[in-house]
C-alpha cells in the first residue's frame, strides 16, 4: 500500500477574531494564499507539482466564498493548472480535508495535495452563511421536535452529566495557556508558525489568543455565557452554569497548511517526510450533545489501528469547551500529560475551519520535537460528528 506522509506542516500565529484583533485587517485569502506560500518555499517546492489543495473552511459567505480555496491557490501564485477545493465538516473541516487529501494519495490519484484551512471569524462573523434563515428543514425539524441547542448548551449538558464543577473546567482552561505559555517561552512552536505581515507593515508571529498569567482563580470572577431560563427549565440538570469565555475556545483568525504527498514521491524530490498517516475514522453523534462524537470516533480510530489509547504518544483533542476532553479524558482512561501538551484551543483559539491542520501541525512538530512515535488528533463538530486521525512519526 502507498504511504500518505507529511513533509510540513505551518500555521499562522493566531488573531482575536474580532474587529481590531492582529489578523482582522487581512482579508481571509491572502491569510490562506500566505501558509501556500509558506509551504512550497520552505521545501524548495515547484508549486506546479500540486495536484490538489483541499481546504477546510465553515463561513463560506462573505469573503470567504465562491470555494476560497481557488481564490488562495491564485492568489499565492500557483500555476493556474493547480486546482482546489473547498469542504465543511464544520469544526473538523480541514482535518477532513487532510484525510481526503492522505486517502486520496494511498488511492493513488494524487501524488504531492496541500491539505489547509482557513476562517477569518472577525470578518465573517459565525452564522454569516445562514442569512437569517433556517438551515435545517422540516425534516430534521420534525425529527427533533424539542429543537436543538448551540454548542454552549451542549457544552453545559455535557458538564452537568459528567459532573464536572466550574472549578474543574477553569483549571483546565488555565492549564492550557500555562502550557502554551511555556511552548512559546520555549520556542516550541517556532517551527511551525510562519510570519504574517499586518496592513500596517508589522510582522506578525506570536500567538494573540495566549494569556500568560492565566489562573483559575481570575477566570472564576467571569459570569457564564449561556445562561436561559427557558433552557434550565427544559435540562434541569443544568443546575448551575458553568461555561464562560474564559473556559470556552476564543472567536479567532487564521489558517494552517499541510503538504502531503507518497512516500515515494517525497523520495524522488529528495524530501525527508515528518510522519505518515496511519488511520483515519469518522463518526456521527447525538446532535444535541453535539460535542461528545471524539469518544466513539476516538475509540473507532484506535481499532483500526490496532492500537490502545496507552500506546498513544500524544493526543490532540479540540478543545471548543473544557467539558470536550476532560470528557474524551474520562471515557478514553488517557494520561492527562499527553493530552495537547502544547495547550490547546481555550489558549491558542479555534480558527473553525483552520482547527484541523493547526492541531495536526502542531501534533506533527510536537512528535518530531520529543521522539514520540504514535499520535491521535480528534474534533467534535457541529450537528455531532467528530473526526479521528492517527499519525506515526517517521
Known amino acids: 500500500m502507498t504511504n500518505a506522509v507529511i513533509v510540513d506542516a505551518v500555521r499562522t500565529p493566531s488573531g482575536r477574531g474580532k474587529p481590531g484583533g492582529q489578523l482582522s485587517g487581512i482579508h ?35 469573503e470567504q466564498a465562491m470555494n476560497i480555496a481557488r481564490s488562495a491557490v491564485l492568489g ?50 459565525m452564522g454569516s452563511a445562514t442569512q437569517d434563515r433556517d438551515p435545517f428543514g422540516p425534516g430534521l425539524a420534525a425529527r427533533y421536535s424539542d429543537g436543538l441547542v448551540n454548542q454552549g448548551v451542549a457544552a453545559e449538558l455535557i458538564a452537568a452529566r459528567w459532573k464536572f464543577d466550574r472549578d474543574t473546567l477553569d483549571a483546565y482552561a488555565a492549564r492550557s495557556h500555562e502550557r502554551a505559555a511555556a511552548a512559546v517561552e520555549s520556542g516550541a512552536f517556532d517551527e511551525e508558525i510562519v510570519a504574517v505581515r499586518g496592513p500596517e507593515g508589522r510582522v506578525l508571529t506570536a500567538d494573540e489568543t495566549v494569556r500568560p498569567g492565566t489562573g483559575a482563580a481570575g477566570l472564576a470572577a467571569l459570569r ?48 525527508r517526510p515528518l510522519a505518515r498517516f ?86 506533527v512538530h510536537h512528535l518530531q520535537a520529543t521522539g514520540g512515535r504514535y499520535g491521535l488528533q480528534t474534533m467534535c463538530e457541529g450537528g455531532g460528528m467528530a473526526n479521528a486521525t492517527v499519525i506515526e512519526r517517521i
Open 76 to 125: 499565492a501564485g500557483f500555476p493556474e493548472s493547480v486546482p482546489a477545493t473547498t469542504v465543511d465538516r464544520q469544526c473538523g473541516s480541514s482535518q477532513q480535508a487532510a484525510s481526503f487529501a492522505a486517502q486520496g494519495v494511498i488511492a493513488g490519484a494524487y501524488d504531492v495535495v496541500v491539505a489547509c484551512g482557513v476562517e477569518s471569524m472577525s470578518r465573517v462573523p
Open 28 to 62: 481571509p485569502t491572502e491569510l490562506l494564499s500566505g501558509v501556500l506560500r509558506a509551504l512550497v518555499a520552505r521545501n524548495d517546492l515547484d508549486p506546479a507539482l500540486v495536484d490538489d489543495v483541499i481546504a477546510g473552511c465553515v463561513g463560506q459567505a462573505g
Open 224 to 271: 457564564p455565557s449561556f445562561t436561559d431560563e427557558e433552557i434550565a427549565h427544559r435540562f434541569p440538570e443544568i443546575e448551575d452554569w458553568r461555561i464562560t469565555p474564559g473556559n470556552s475556545s476564543p472567536l479567532t483568525d487564521g489558517a494552517s497548511a499541510v503538504l502531503i504527498m507518497s512516500e515515494e514521491k517525497a523520495a524522488v524530490l529528495g524530501l
Open 278 to 363: 496511519h488511520s483515519f475514522a469518522v463518526t456521527g453523534s447525538d446532535p444535541l450533545l453535539m460535542l461528545t462524537g471524539v469518544v466513539p470516533a476516538s475509540q473507532k480510530v484506535l481499532t483500526r489501528a490496532g492500537l490502545t489509547i496507552d500506546d498513544i504518544d500524544a493526543y490532540e483533542v479540540n478543545e471548543a469547551f473544557a467539558p470536550v476532553p476532560l470528557l474524551w479524558q474520562h471515557e478514553l482512561g488517557a494520561d492527562p500529560e499527553k493530552l495537547n501538551p502544547r495547550g490547546g484551543a481555550i489558549a491558542l483559539g479555534h480558527a473553525l475551519g483552520a482547527s484541523g491542520t493547526r492541531l495536526l501541525t502542531t501534533l
